[in-house]
């Protein structure tokens, strides 16, 4: 099982995960950034995206 702690979407399909597929993480962490910055056009910055993906607990 392979959980995003930010986001808490999970699966549990883990070598398809370590193997690259992670759409529906990025997927998962787009949706809840844009609830969170509702009303905000402020764009995504790397730093809000990319330590997003890499805060998976295996």
Request: aromatic share 8%.
């Amino acid at each position: 099982m392979i959980k995003d702690l930010r986001t808490g979407h999970e699966r549990s399909d883990v070598q398809n995960v370590l193997d690259g597929d992670i759409e529906d993480y990025i997927k998962a962490f787009l949706m809840q950034h844009k609830k969170t910055r509702k009303g905000s056009d402020l764009p995504l910055s790397k730093s809000d995206l990319f330590p997003a993906l890499f805060r998976f607990k295996i």
